[in-house]
């Protein structure tokens, strides 16, 4: 959510409305997610500083 926002954490008087936020979001990125084909293996990466 701070991503979104730019807020770590939300005054008193937006709690809620930041907790569902939260929760949209999450929701969301699950849907998206899980719509994803992954193919073959995990992807090989070089060592950082190679």
Known sequence: MR???GFRAP???NREVFDRAVAE???STA???SG???RGGPARREPVGR
């Open 3 to 5: 991503k979104v926002s």
């Open 11 to 13: 005054a008193a008087h």
């Open 25 to 27: 979001i999450t929701a």
């Open 31 to 33: 849907r998206l997610l």
């Open 36 to 38: 994803l084909d992954v």
